[in-house]
């Protein structure tokens, strides 16, 4: 009988731990759009006619990423990422990963950690040389034929690095690499959310590939919720 | 055994002839209004290395068949005149086919490469780039933008290095990965390299042309067919060598404006 009751409250205490860990986290939130004003650049349709097979898998020509706009100004594509004020983590073990699907790269702007394996995948019928261009990390330049398997890599210094293919002049895309795993990159509506940040003052900095970066500083106390919007400075060419 | 060489020998040379005069390897088609003169040259240059080829291959075998199995001992005769005659002879006979040649063929080929377009031939620029052409028409004010390299930006389509903001000519400027052009009209196209050295070439149109970086080349010619030609870089640029080409579309000058007016559009 005793042992029962010793054996049930240990039960209690490791439950009782286990939700304590599992709650630590959910600290405050940060969440916001992104938004433009002024006349972006308009996006002009890719030419693939040198490459048939990308070509024919797109139904109505592709555009240009550098500057895509969704619903009410809002801004695709910028990372927004605590820059300062959370300590530095190690990577997730899962890869990230980076297609080349139709001539363009997917997603045109991956954010990941530094040390986090990257996973570049060729899915077309033509062969792609990727070709990062870091200023502080490693440059590196490698071919993939297609039906080679997907390439792997890391990067050990945060950076924003971007990313060209040699064979294909129009493919551009953007490496995120950052310290931490507090970032997002906004989508369609312009939105982003970076929550579990435990209670402290940060530095939020959101990072567009030609509008350049804007940052304010925020502070978290508890669990709330805070607001933080971003609005860049469109410019027509 | 001399004889069997000597047989064998004809034989050789009549059978790699055979499909030169029967016209077994036939030129692609011509659109263009100066490559008639440039298949005649090739067309000489053929005949007459191909007489001279045959004569020779047809020469040893008589020789070696005449000559062969000579008892021991006969001594062995020159002709009259002995080493130098023969090599005079021989310079004289090669100096006047290659002379031949050069003054027949400078026609064909200056008329093309060493002539002015006209006054009103349409400007198209090309700028050849590791790994793809790309075009550029003028616009409505008929002027091409000064480039600038640095701000060349191949993700935003900026692949000439235009720059908008500042240059009021560089607004209108058209830039297309297609070189699409009106049938029957000259086009000078003005031809800028952006790294290596690229070629530009078109076999229907008889017309191959190294870009050196540095140097502003230009072509001129009039095509007379409608259609898709392939244009391909014939000189080794590096690794996507293989996949530089783009595609001459030759229109009838209504669908060409058509076209031009939708690319506009686009810019």
Same mark, same amino acid.
């Given at each position: 009988?005793?042992?029962?009751?010793?054996?049930?409250?240990?039960?209690?205490?490791?439950?009782?731990?286990?939700?304590?860990?599992?709650?630590?986290?959910?600290?405050?939130?940060?969440?916001?759009?992104?938004?433009?004003?002024?006349? =972006?650049?308009?996006?002009?349709?890719? !030419?693939?006619?040198?490459?048939?097979?990308?070509?024919?898998?797109?139904?109505?020509?592709?555009?240009?990423?550098?500057?895509?706009?969704?619903?009410?100004?809002?801004?695709?594509?910028?990372?927004?990422?605590?820059?300062?004020?959370?300590?530095?983590?190690?990577?997730?073990?899962?890869?990230?990963?980076?297609?080349?699907?139709?001539?363009?790269?997917?997603?045109?702007?991956?954010?990941?950690?530094?040390?986090?394996?990257?996973?570049?995948?060729? !899915? !077309?019928?033509?062969?792609?040389?990727?070709?990062?261009?870091?200023?502080?990390?490693?440059?590196?330049?490698?071919?993939?034929?297609?039906?080679?398997? =997907?390439?792997? !890599?890391?990067?050990?210094?945060?950076?924003?690095?971007?990313?060209?293919?040699?064979?294909?002049?129009?493919?551009?895309?953007?490496?995120?690499?950052?310290?931490?795993?507090?970032?997002?990159?906004?989508?369609?509506?312009?939105?982003?959310?970076?929550?579990?940040?435990?209670?402290?003052?940060?530095?939020?900095?959101?990072?567009?590939?030609?509008?350049?970066?804007?940052?304010?500083?925020?502070?978290?106390?508890?669990?709330?919720?805070?607001?933080?919007?971003?609005?860049?400075?469109?410019?027509?060419? | 055994?001399?004889?069997?060489?000597? +047989?064998?020998?004809?034989?050789?040379?009549?059978?790699?002839?055979?499909?030169? #005069?029967?016209?077994?390897? +036939?030129?692609?088609?011509?659109?263009?209004?100066?490559?008639?003169?440039?298949?005649?040259?090739?067309?000489?240059?053929?005949?007459?290395?191909?007489?001279?080829?045959?004569?020779?291959?047809?020469?040893?075998?008589?020789?070696?068949?005449?000559?062969?199995?000579?008892?021991?001992?006969?001594?062995?005769?020159?002709?009259?005149?002995?080493?130098?005659?023969?090599?005079?002879?021989?310079?004289?006979?090669?100096?006047?086919?290659?002379?031949?040649?050069? +003054?027949?063929?400078?026609?064909?080929?200056?008329?093309?490469?060493?002539?002015?377009?006209?006054?009103?031939?349409?400007?198209?620029?090309?700028?050849?780039?590791?790994?793809?052409?790309?075009?550029?028409?003028?616009?409505?004010?008929?002027?091409?933008?000064?480039?600038?390299?640095?701000?060349?930006?191949?993700?935003?389509?900026?692949?000439?290095?235009?720059?908008?903001?500042?240059? #009021?000519?560089?607004?209108?400027?058209?830039?297309?990965?297609?070189?699409?052009?009106?049938?029957?009209?000259?086009?000078?196209?003005?031809?800028?390299?952006?790294?290596?050295?690229?070629?530009?070439?078109?076999?229907?149109?008889?017309?191959?042309?190294?870009? #050196?970086?540095?140097?502003?080349?230009?072509?001129?010619?009039?095509?007379?067919?409608?259609?898709?030609?392939?244009?391909?870089?014939?000189?080794?640029?590096?690794?996507?060598?293989?996949?530089?080409?783009?595609?001459?579309?030759?229109?009838?000058?209504?669908?060409?404006?058509?076209?031009?007016?939708?690319?506009?559009?686009?810019?």
């Amino acid at each position: 009988m005793r042992m029962k009751q010793v054996y049930i409250a240990g039960l209690g205490v490791l439950a009782a731990s286990a939700i304590a860990v599992y709650a630590a986290p959910s600290g405050g939130t940060i969440s916001g759009k992104v938004t433009y004003q002024g006349t =972006p650049a308009k996006a002009k349709p890719i !030419d693939m006619s040198k490459e048939p097979s990308c070509a024919k898998q797109h139904a109505t020509p592709v555009t240009t990423e550098t500057v895509v706009t969704g619903p009410n100004n809002s801004l695709e594509n910028v990372v927004v990422y605590v820059s300062a004020g959370a300590p530095d983590e190690s990577a997730p073990s899962e890869a990230v990963k980076f297609d080349q699907k139709g001539c363009q790269y997917i997603p045109h702007v991956l954010a990941f950690q530094v040390n986090q394996t990257l996973e570049i995948a060729n !899915d !077309d019928q033509t062969s792609h040389n990727i070709h990062p261009l870091p200023r502080i990390n490693r440059e590196w330049n490698k071919s993939q034929p297609p039906g080679t398997p =997907p390439m792997t !890599d890391k990067y050990d210094k945060p950076e924003f690095i971007p990313v060209k293919c040699n064979i294909h002049p129009w493919m551009h895309g953007n490496f995120a690499v950052m310290k931490n795993s507090h970032y997002a990159v906004t989508q369609g509506e312009g939105s982003f959310t970076l929550p579990n940040l435990p209670p402290g003052k940060y530095t939020i900095t959101a990072w567009h590939e030609s509008y350049g970066d804007q940052t304010q500083e925020v502070t978290i106390s508890g669990s709330e919720t805070k607001s933080v919007n971003f609005v860049f400075k469109a410019k027509p060419y | 055994m001399g004889k069997l060489f000597a +047989v064998v020998l004809t034989i050789i040379a009549l059978v790699s002839a055979y499909p030169i #005069v029967v016209h077994k390897y +036939v030129q692609p088609v011509d659109i263009s209004t100066h490559g008639h003169a440039i298949d005649e040259q090739l067309s000489d240059t053929m005949a007459e290395a191909g007489f001279a080829f045959l004569g020779a291959q047809l020469l040893l075998a008589f020789f070696v068949w005449k000559f062969s199995n000579r008892k021991d001992g006969s001594k062995v005769t020159h002709l009259p005149g002995g080493a130098k005659l023969m090599v005079a002879t021989a310079f004289i006979l090669v100096g006047t086919e290659v002379l031949a040649l050069g +003054v027949l063929g400078q026609k064909a080929w200056a008329d093309v490469y060493f002539t002015a377009p006209k006054p009103d031939a349409m400007q198209v620029q090309v700028q050849a780039g590791q790994f793809a052409f790309y075009f550029r028409y003028p616009g409505a004010d008929g002027k091409f933008a000064p480039l600038h390299p640095d701000k060349i930006d191949e993700g935003n389509g900026n692949y000439f290095g235009l720059d908008p903001a500042n240059d #009021v000519e560089a607004r209108d400027d058209i830039v297309t990965a297609e070189l699409a052009i009106p049938i029957n009209r000259e086009i000078h196209l003005l031809m800028h390299a952006k790294d290596v050295g690229h070629s530009f070439y078109v076999r229907e149109l008889r017309i191959q042309q190294d870009f #050196v970086p540095g140097l502003d080349l230009s072509l001129h010619f009039t095509a007379t067919k409608t259609g898709k030609y392939e244009i391909v870089c014939t000189q080794l640029c590096g690794l996507g060598h293989y996949n530089m080409k783009a595609y001459l579309n030759v229109l009838a000058q209504e669908d060409f404006d058509k076209w031009l007016k939708e690319k506009a559009s686009e810019q």
